[in-house]
């Protein structure tokens, strides 16, 4: 029996207190069982996770856990229909002071987000039930790191699909003076009907704050943020630009552009030899018009990138129309 094959009928009995078990179907005390960890049901004997009221929001499933918070899809009883992503903090740091600044800090920046296509609402925040806590609109989606795995790489005319959509966001968040600084694919959400979705506002940074920032606190994938994080030398638009770069990368190759080895090499700060002894043979395999655009967004040096995400877009949209157009000449050729 699924936990959740009916929503109302779920809501209620999560409000009395109770749960179903997802194996078995029976219906369990939660005051029996912790809160948001696995743990074994008495009648089954199969492992089960415990959801957890906080607010107004049922935490039933567990989307993702990372060492600065943990995020649950939900559902709240004023709204039963409707799914939400609700972020808490780790388990064993709720009441780290540098994390409640952090979880403090992304409420304000996804305040300021709000109303974007491809960036999820906030829908509440706040401390209740001896939890802080931020919840957003649910995109029910494919992460994109999970779909390259399952697909092996993207087409490239999904992949600019996909870019476009994210460079809108990004955009969106410059023009509300931030630097959004996290793109890498495990923060991307890819829907059937509405394409891409950017989350995670975990260390966006004001954008005056960025280009004056010295590196002193490093964070992010070293696979995808610009080398200049590491190298103190503050950020920009075209830092920006870098990693949607490198995202897109890996989306029309299927790995990424830097491997174990060279990702050592840049926490290391050997970020320049990491650059060229790439320059030559990792674009050879791509569509020529793709890879040119992917490499101008990738250049060590800053002033060599795009300097702004018009000019990004300007060349995607020129890449995507000459492919739908040499199709269409194809297909009337044939």
Request: glycine share 10%.
């Given at each position: 029996m699924a936990l959740f094959t009916k929503k109302s009928n779920t809501i209620e009995v999560l409000e009395q207190g109770t749960f179903y078990c997802s194996e078995c179907g029976r219906l369990l005390q939660m005051a029996e069982y912790n809160a948001l960890v696995a743990n074994t049901c008495q009648f089954c004997n199969k492992t089960i996770f415990t959801p957890q009221k906080i607010g107004r929001f049922f935490l039933v499933e567990p989307i993702a856990v990372g060492g600065m918070g943990s995020v649950y899809r939900a559902y709240s009883a004023n709204n039963p229909d409707q799914k939400f992503a609700v972020k808490i903090l780790p388990r064993n740091r709720k009441d780290d002071p540098n994390l409640l600044q952090q979880l403090q800090e992304e409420v304000e920046v996804s305040t300021q987000l709000k109303s974007h296509v491809s960036i999820a609402n906030i829908v509440a925040a706040g401390y209740e039930d001896d939890e802080h806590y931020l919840a957003m609109e649910y995109i029910d989606g494919e992460r994109l790191d999970q779909r390259i795995q399952r697909l092996g790489q993207l087409s490239v005319d999904e992949a600019i699909l996909v870019g476009l959509r994210l460079l809108g966001a990004v955009a969106h968040v410059f023009s509300r003076g931030y630097l959004f600084r996290d793109m890498k694919p495990e923060n991307v959400i890819i829907t059937d009907d509405e394409g891409a979705f950017l989350?995670?506002?975990?260390?966006?940074?004001?954008?005056?704050?960025?280009?004056?920032?010295?590196?002193?606190?490093?964070?992010?994938?070293?696979?995808?943020?610009?080398?200049?994080?590491?190298?103190?030398?503050?950020?920009?638009?075209?830092?920006?630009?870098?990693?949607?770069?490198?995202?897109?990368?890996?989306?029309?190759?299927?790995?990424?552009?830097?491997?174990?080895?060279?990702?050592?090499?840049?926490a290391r700060q050997h970020v320049r030899h990491a650059r060229l002894s790439n320059l030559e043979h990792k674009m050879k395999e791509l569509d020529p018009q793709i890879a040119a655009v992917i490499d101008k967004m990738i250049r060590r040096e800053m002033d060599k990138r795009y300097q702004s995400f018009i000019q990004v877009e300007h060349d995607l949209l020129r890449v995507l129309r000459h492919r739908i157009q040499y199709k269409d000449d194809k297909s009337l050729t044939s």
């Open positions: 989350f995670d506002f975990g260390i966006c940074m004001r954008i005056e704050d960025a280009d004056s920032d010295q590196g002193d606190t490093i964070m992010g994938s070293p696979i995808y943020f610009p080398p200049e994080r590491i190298l103190g030398e503050g950020e920009r638009a075209c830092s920006e630009i870098y990693s949607l770069g490198m995202v897109l990368y890996y989306a029309v190759k299927g790995e990424n552009y830097f491997t174990s080895k060279e990702v050592m090499a840049i």
